[in-house]
């Protein structure tokens, strides 16, 4: 935010020549507009009853949006699991998502994926029902997506997807005009690339 002071003419003690510059209120600040972006984390967390409540409370709580949410133990062992949770905020949201995530006693670490240039993939089920030419051109738009068939009937087919979340809605909103009829979807998975162990 930037301030704009406001300038007011009558004298008042400790102004200078009649003109006296008073601290901006809340008012007097105009807004800057900060660029809303789309973020990853992944939280390692101990696998433990009620987890995912606080962890979602957090979020809730705010009012902060969720936008996909995957959870699963990853280490049976230290009984941890994985949380990955897809969110969108201005970036001073987004570390402050992170502070209050790391404050939660089961968290045992917080990862930006986006920032630290991890992969991002999601799976979906999506089915479309279709005779003829449609049928045909659904088929085809699957192969360039190198999307698998799992299940066909005479008038339907349901493929099996995956890759970035960019690629899935693509290929979701080509096969809405050939007979989209439902789409499964697991929610956005995370890994950081290198040798290092999340955990």
């Keep these: 935010m930037t301030r704009t002071p406001r300038t007011r003419t009558a004298a008042r003690p400790g102004a200078r020549n009649g003109v006296r510059e008073d601290p901006a209120s809340a008012y007097d600040m105009t807004q800057t507009e900060e660029a809303v972006e789309r973020r990853t984390l992944a939280c390692i967390v101990d696998n433990e009853p009620g987890v995912l409540g606080r ?11 969720i936008e996909s949410l995957t959870v699963a133990e990853i280490d049976r062992n230290a009984r941890q699991s994985r949380i990955t949770i897809v969110t969108s905020g201005t970036n001073h949201v987004l570390e402050q998502i992170e502070q209050q995530l790391l404050r939660l006693v089961p968290v045992a670490k917080v990862i930006d994926v986006t920032q630290s ?22 088929l085809r738009i699957a192969e360039i997506f190198r999307a698998r068939v799992i299940d066909t009937t005479n008038e339907s087919f349901i493929f099996e997807v995956t890759g970035a979340s960019a690629k899935i809605d693509q290929f979701i909103e080509l096969m809405r005009p050939l007979g989209l009829v439902e789409v499964s979807r697991t929610g956005v998975l995370s890994i950081q690339r290198g040798k290092e162990k999340a955990g």
Aim: net charge positive; charged share 25%.
């Design 55 to 65: 962890v979602v409370g957090l979020f809730s709580a705010r009012g902060y949006n």
């Design 117 to 138: 240039g991890g992969i991002e993939r999601e799976l979906a089920l999506v089915k479309v029902a279709g005779t003829g030419e449609k049928r045909v051109e659904a």
